[in-house]
């Protein structure tokens, strides 16, 4: 089983609609969540970290469920601009610990 | 936020030769530097953790004889592509993590990744 998981899709919307990804991790010690976002050719962006009360930024919130182990983020409204790769990253317990990366889900929005 | 640099950018070489590609962050000072790869449509994949002043950890599968990683200063780790083969063609992207940057609710401080904007290797 990988250490990180996440549905490839694409996940093909019309702009305006709400989509959301999971993402699950496979170990239980694991501290820090973070989503990235990787447009076509260049290197990934910090789009949000997930706490595991919650947060929301704007169109764009993150849930964590330490008991079933997965991350989710949840786009409204979605925009042509949000087209890109989602990736997840889980790293572990400290500071030092290793940072695994999802695979990443494609996201189209279309107009 | 924090800012890495890469250079070059873009490189593109015969089969053999040797590609050095660096990495510096411009307004932190780095302990810890990572080194990826991704091939298309395929996530990142973690090569290495260069730490400064000592030597790199080098994951499962990544030959430290081919991908040599020096991390002299605390603003600056090259990675050099030893022999470059086609099949090492790739987009080579780095990370750091600033010590002293924010930290998250309930997590130890210093846990954001900072990227560079990756190195793209094509070797003939």
């Known amino acids: 089983r990988k250490e990180v998981e996440q549905d490839p899709g694409p996940f093909n919307v019309p702009e305006g609609a709400t989509v959301a990804f999971n993402c699950t991790y496979s170990?239980?010690?694991?501290?820090?969540f973070f989503w990235y976002r990787q447009d076509c050719r260049k290197e990934p962006k910090l789009l949000m970290s997930?706490?595991?009360s919650g947060n929301e930024d704007g169109r764009f919130t993150a849930q964590l469920n330490r008991a079933s182990q997965y991350i989710s983020l949840l786009i409204r409204d979605s925009k042509l601009s949000d087209s890109a790769t989602y990736l997840c990253?889980?790293?572990?317990?400290?500071?030092?610990?290793?940072?695994?990366f999802g695979s990443g889900t494609r996201l189209s929005i279309r107009p | 936020g924090a800012v890495v640099s890469q250079h070059p950018s873009w490189v593109i070489c015969k089969s053999g030769t040797s590609v050095k590609i660096e990495c510096r962050s411009l307004?932190?000072?780095?302990?810890?530097m990572f080194w990826y790869r991704q091939f298309p449509k395929q996530s990142l994949m973690l090569m290495a953790t260069?730490?400064?002043?000592?030597?790199?950890?080098?994951e499962q599968g990544v030959e430290k004889d081919k991908f040599l990683i020096n991390h002299a200063s605390l603003t600056l780790s090259t990675l050099t592509v030893t022999s470059a083969h086609p099949e090492d063609s790739s987009f080579y992207i780095c990370?750091?993590?600033?010590?002293?940057?924010?930290?998250?609710?309930?997590?130890?401080?210093?846990?954001?990744?900072?990227f560079g904007p990756g190195t793209r290797l094509l070797v003939l």
């Open positions: 990370s750091a993590r600033d010590p002293l940057g924010p930290g998250l609710a309930g997590g130890p401080t210093g846990e954001t990744q900072y």
């Open positions: 307004d932190f000072q780095a302990t810890t």
């Open positions: 997930v706490y595991s």
């Open positions: 260069s730490n400064e002043g000592s030597k790199a950890t080098y």
């Open positions: 990253v889980v790293i572990g317990y400290s500071s030092a610990s290793k940072i695994i």
């Open positions: 170990n239980s010690a694991s501290q820090s």
